[in-house]
Every structure is written in structure tokens, then in C-alpha cells.
């Protein structure tokens, strides 16, 4: 049987990587993979929006219980086109965190998971709505003068 291990290394943005596949453990083969800048400016870009998310989910879950397809819609409503199979796991790790509390109800024969925010996850809010400020004013108040 095969088994097969990948070890991706990216030093300094380089366009390249080196991709070790390994058979076995005794047979070395050594590929190059072009990562391309394109590639470099999506990933910081969902990374900002995931960051983006994380805010709407702090500051909406600190006004009221939400749960996910409530926060997918309001999500929408903001230009963010969000599956479920990104919003859960990140409501997850949220709330393994210590951001949020969970509370499951039966709502129409169906479970559904209501979210709050902690008092580590308005800490939190409070300083990420401080740190945006700051760089509201810098880059678009600046901009306007």
C-alpha cells in the first residue's frame, strides 16, 4: 500500500514551493509548484474577510442570540456569500475559543444552535472596534483630506 506525505513550504512569498512526495519512506521524488501572486492576494483576501465575518459574528451575537442561517443572511446583506460549510466550523472554533456560548433548542422538530457572545468575546470586540477606528481614520479619513 502506498502512503503518501506532503510537506508544502513557502520561504518569503517566493513564487515557488517545494512539494516532497514521498512513497514508502525510501523513494525521494522532488516537484516545483508555481504559487502564483494571484494566488498570494486570495488568500490574504478570504483571510480579511474571515476576519470581517468574525466581527459581524462578535457584533451581532453581543445584541442578540443568532444562529447560523440567521447570520448567513444577514451576512449576505453585507456582501458576503457564506455556505454553511464555512460558517459552522468557524461558529465552532468561536466558540471552543471562549468567544461564544452555545445553546441548543428544538425549534420546529429541528435542533439549532443559538449563539452569545462572552465576556472574552466583547473584550475582544471592543478592542478590534477600537484597532478598526484607528485605521479608519488612516486610510480613509486621510484619503478625504
Known amino acids: 500500500m502506498l502512503q503518501y506525505v506532503i510537506i508544502i513550504t513557502i520561504y518569503n512569498f517566493n513564487v515557488n514551493c517545494i512539494v516532497?512526495?514521498?512513497f514508502n519512506k525510501y523513494i525521494g521524488i522532488r516537484y516545483r509548484v508555481p504559487i502564483t501572486t494571484m494566488d498570494?492576494?486570495?488568500?490574504m483576501l478570504r483571510d480579511i474577510h474571515l476576519a470581517f465575518i468574525k466581527m459581524h459574528i462578535l457584533y451581532h451575537a453581543a445584541k442578540e442570540e443568532v444562529f447560523g442561517i440567521c447570520l448567513i443572511?444577514?451576512?449576505k446583506r453585507h456582501g458576503y456569500k457564506l455556505s454553511p460549510g464555512t460558517l459552522y466550523p468557524t461558529l465552532a472554533k468561536m466558540q471552543q475559543s471562549g468567544l461564544l456560548t452555545c445553546e441548543c433548542r428544538?425549534?420546529?422538530h429541528k435542533q439549532r444552535k443559538y449563539y452569545r457572545i462572552t465576556r472574552a468575546g466583547e473584550e475582544l470586540l471592543d478592542e478590534v472596534k477600537e484597532k478598526l477606528k484607528e485605521l479608519y481614520d488612516e486610510i480613509v479619513k486621510e484619503n478625504d483630506k
Open 106 to 108: 428544538t425549534v420546529q
Open 20 to 22: 516532497d512526495i514521498l
Open 40 to 43: 498570494i492576494d486570495k488568500t
Open 73 to 75: 443572511k444577514e451576512l
